[in-house]
């Protein structure tokens, strides 16, 4: 059984770690995967938005868990989900927007606290949440399980879907974040374009001011330190400065991080 971790916790401290000890005293058979530790602290955003795009890249039954989770210690809820033939587990913050969106989502669950003991009020990674993880990777069916009551997916804290921006002939696309090269990715995607834009010539592409004639297919095709536009691996609108970085150059302009594709129709 694979369980996958996506978590704002970072690695220099022992929070990841204890986490998969919790899971291990469980179930000592489960595999880790870490997507990422290292997402902002509170950034649900970045979060959902992972976790959207990793899901086709496992297998059915997966476990995922995203704990990044601003409200640790409220009333928020703690929930488990099947999307995709995949099991989520995540706080009720609006994290799971993307893949609810892009896959739907066929059950849900409220996990009931009040079964596990000895709980943090600062720490339901550990004391939930892993604990949740480890007995669904050893149950043969986990509706039996007694700490999931069902609830209607209506009941889901759910962020506003965001739709393509275009006014007239631009299309405009929000800052999602930056790689560790640097690379920004903006919520553009080539299949918007494509499917929406059939007829449409793109003229170039205006990001904070500063403008970019074309795409270019790879990193290679520009000239070191030019800003570049791509679509990257996951099909998005990236902005790349060739052997440098482009959220430190472009974000020295002060200006908003939003990205126009300029269009002839």
């Given amino acids: 059984m694979v369980i996958t971790f996506i978590t704002d916790f970072g690695m220099k401290d022992p929070y990841v770690g204890m986490m998969k000890g919790a899971i291990l005293k469980l179930n000592s058979s489960v595999q880790f995967i870490d997507i990422t530790n ?8 970045k979060a959902g938005f992972f976790l959207s795009e990793i899901m086709p890249y496992f297998s059915e039954g997966t476990i995922h868990l995203c704990v990044v989770d601003p409200g640790v210690g409220s009333l928020r809820k ?12 995540f706080p009720d913050n609006g994290l799971i927007s993307r893949s609810v969106k892009k ?17 943090s009020s600062t720490f339901h ?21 007694q700490f999931l009551n069902k609830i209607k997916t209506d009941d889901l ?9 275009r006014s007239q002939n631009n299309v405009t696309g929000k800052f999602l ?40 297919l790879s990193y290679h095709e ?5 800003l570049i536009a791509l679509w990257n691996s996951l099909g998005y609108l990236e902005i790349a400065c060739v052997e440098g970085n482009a959220f430190e150059k472009i974000t020295g302009s002060g200006r908003e991080l939003i990205c126009t594709i300029k269009l002839n129709n």
């Avoid at 939930?128 to 399980?145: K, M, T, Y």
């Avoid at 974040?177 to 793109?202: C, L, P, Q, T, W």
């Fill in 38 to 45: 290292e997402i902002p602290p509170h950034d649900i955003c």
């Fill in 177 to 216: 974040y930056a790689d560790v090269f640097g690379n920004m990715i903006f919520d553009i995607r080539k299949a918007d374009i494509d499917d929406n834009f059939i007829h449409s010539e793109i003229l170039y592409i205006d990001v904070v001011g500063l403008k970019i004639e074309d795409f270019k």
């Fill in 78 to 89: 703690i929930l488990l989900a099947d999307i995709n033939n995949q099991f989520v587990i």
């Fill in 125 to 145: 990674g550990r004391d939930i949440f892993a604990p949740v993880a480890g007995r669904l990777a050893s149950s043969c069916n986990h509706e039996e399980l």
């Fill in 103 to 119: 896959y739907g989502i066929r059950t849900l669950y409220e996990i009931n606290k009040e079964f596990f003991n000895d709980v």
């Fill in 222 to 226: 520009g000239q070191k330190g030019e």
């Fill in 157 to 165: 804290i759910l962020n506003p879907a965001s739709d393509l921006d």
